[in-house]
């Protein structure tokens, strides 16, 4: 077998468009997703994994039987699908040595990704870069990661005498829209836990998101004419504006980092009669997760007092929880991982996610699950871009990771 190219092996996923859609009820949500599926089924079963396959949902399954005894098995998960709010087909990727400064993406557009806004470019002198020409997406996100469980499928089958347990191996479709998890077979994958290689810079490990839960909020008012409104018009827009006044002024996305949750304002539509508020809540720490529930309950309670029972109507639906919660009873798979990226040569960095990932849900699937980088940068934008030699970085960390110990 010749082996592949990590990089060749990435650019050519990269051709692949996969972008997946919100408004499709279908699983997987583009016809296209399967393209990138069978070819990486096919790929996975002329290296000799057992039992690769793609399911009739586009998720992609495989696995490399242990060489070595008494060892855990371990899953490695990414995921297929890119985002279609950025044009996604006809990628124009260019390899390049970068030496510093701003990168001209595109020289009859004028496109450039400049220094002072990507401060993480200063880290990466000296090293072979891919970029876009400026007019599309890459799709680092998230074909970094399955380039690189391919790299390391390929070498372990190339390398028997690599000491290692069962590797189970899983991709995804549709994880940008928050489907990923959905149809994945965590009971046939059999994986005592897995990583998701879904991050950006090597050595990164994320095991903290958010707790998640989203909010509706319809205002009755009473319409009058205005010319005759006094003492009996209630506007609706306005109750909604008086909720929202209720609500902490700073605990919003624009306002807060870190650790901070938030509670943000997505959506605001109505009339005289009628409104509706779209809120999404956020909050890592659960008990101040649910603290912003009440919040947001005790203003609908003031406004029914203030103007009426059933003024306010206040729904709450739960998204997503933090993943830490689960990872906790299982300090070892964030230890294998940090040693894993030492033994790489990195120092593992681990900074709370805010927002979710497919690996929150599998954790409280049965399969704690944090996240790896890819050494990915400005995902989901025109200016996204991959450090190769961080991707090779990162193969060498899956190797340590499962390496027999
Ligand atoms: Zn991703």
Do not use: W
């Not at 296209?32 to 089924?41: N, S, V």
């Not at 990414?78 to 006809?90: G, K, T």
């Not at 829209?177 to 994320?206: P, S």
């Not at 006094?230 to 870190?258: C, D, Q, W, Y």
């Amino acid at each position: 077998m010749i082996l592949m190219d990590l990089i060749e092996r990435f650019l050519s996923y990269v051709a692949i468009d996969t972008c997946s859609r919100e408004d499709s009820p279908s699983c997987p949500s583009t016809e296209h997703q399967f393209e990138l599926g069978k070819k990486l089924a096919q790929e996975l079963a002329e290296m000799g994994a057992k039992n690769a396959r793609v399911d009739e949902h586009c998720y992609v399954y495989a696995e490399i039987p242990a060489n070595t005894e008494g060892q855990p098995v371990i899953g490695l998960i990414a995921h297929m699908d890119v985002v279609d709010c950025v044009p996604s087909a006809n990628i124009r990727p260019r390899r390049f040595r970068y030496e510093g400064g701003d990168i001209v993406l595109n020289e009859e557009k004028k496109i450039v990704m400049r220094l002072a806004d990507n401060p993480r470019l200063a880290g990466q002198v000296g090293h072979e870069l891919i970029v876009t020409d400026g007019t599309t997406l890459l799709g680092a996100d998230d074909k970094a990661g399955v380039a690189e469980i391919m790299a390391l499928a390929e070498y372990l089958l190339t390398h028997p005498e690599f000491p290692h347990g069962t590797v189970k191996i899983g991709f995804t479709p549709d994880e940008e829209i928050g489907r990923g998890a959905d149809l994945f077979d965590v009971e046939g994958f059999q994986a005592d836990f897995a990583y998701t290689m879904d991050g950006d810079f090597a050595g990164g490990i994320e095991f903290e998101n958010f707790n998640a839960a989203a909010a509706q909020v319809i205002l009755h008012g009473h319409s009058v004419h205005p010319g005759s409104a006094k003492g009996r018009m209630v506007n609706a827009i306005k109750l909604g504006m008086k909720f929202n006044s209720l609500l902490p002024a700073h605990a919003v996305p624009e306002a807060t980092e870190g650790y901070e949750g938030f509670f943000h304002l997505n959506s605001f539509t109505g009339e005289e009669e009628k409104a509706e508020l779209r809120y999404i809540i956020r909050d890592h720490d659960a008990d101040k997760f649910e603290i912003k529930k009440e919040q947001m309950k005790n203003a609908a309670a003031a406004m029914n007092l203030l103007y009426g029972e059933g003024t306010v109507e206040l729904t709450i639906r739960e998204q997503y929880r933090n993943m830490k919660e689960i990872i906790d009873q299982h300090p070892e798979v964030v230890a294998r991982a940090q040693d894993a990226i030492r033994k790489a040569g990195l120092s593992p960095v681990s900074v709370p996610v805010r927002g979710g990932t497919d690996g929150a849900r599998l954790c409280y699937m049965g399969l704690p699950c944090p996240n790896l980088g890819t050494g990915g940068s400005n995902y989901h934008g025109t200016h996204e871009y991959a450090d190769a030699d961080e991707m090779r970085m990162c193969v060498e960390i899956l190797k340590e990771i499962v390496r027999a110990r």
